[in-house]
């Protein structure tokens, strides 16, 4: 397997592959109309190039031969409202597996990539925001050692949807 951060020539297939992920991952819980709308509004590859081009912005993907198995969205977001530790802060915008490879490995090559990109950017923590149901997620993150901090509310659709802010101290 081999990561590598995205250029404008995956925008496509990372497009593809981000919203696939993403219904996959809840599609079972959410509205269809919800789900639509927030696939549609958010999974464009005007938005993945529009992220690709912004400096803020890192994905990194992780491909075995030619077939993307996962992907993070790195971003650098401050959330002073929540987050009170000061100095840079990336958030984990995104992180998945396609669904065939989850518990393969995946997620972890993913966190140790972002650790490292955190680390060698003179992060001071690395937040994010996961679904309270999500609880393998949330065991996932707490095994990295992030922390719940926070409440926070996602919206899909005109679903309000309760979420945790979890932070992991970087240094």
């Known amino acids: 397997m081999e990561l590598r951060y995205a250029t404008i020539k995956d925008a496509k297939k990372l ?3 981000a919203r696939q992920a993403f219904y996959d991952s809840y599609a079972w819980y959410n509205d269809e109309q919800d789900m639509a ?6 999974f464009t590859i005007a938005n ?10 890192k994905f990194i993907l992780l491909w075995n031969n030619d077939e993307l198995c996962g992907y993070v969205k790195l971003a650098w977001n401050n959330r002073p409202d929540v ?8 958030e984990i915008a995104r992180l998945y ?4 490879f989850i518990g393969k490995g995946v997620g972890k090559l993913l966190m140790e ?6 680390i060698q950017n003179n992060a001071n923590c690395i937040w994010l925001d996961v679904w309270k149901e999500n609880k393998r997620a949330i ?6 050692g992030f922390e719940i901090v926070n409440n926070w509310t996602f919206v899909l659709g005109n679903d309000k949807q ?7 101290a970087i240094g």
């Open 139 to 144: 065991q996932f993150y707490t095994k990295w």
């Open 37 to 42: 709308a927030y696939l549609n509004g958010t």
């Open 162 to 168: 309760d979420d945790y802010i979890m932070v992991k």
């Open 15 to 17: 497009c593809q592959f």
């Open 113 to 118: 990539a972002s650790i490292d990109y955190a």
């Open 83 to 90: 987050i009170h530790t000061g100095g840079k802060q990336l």
């Open 48 to 57: 993945i190039e529009e992220d690709i081009h912004n400096p803020q912005t």
């Open 97 to 100: 597996a396609g669904k065939q």
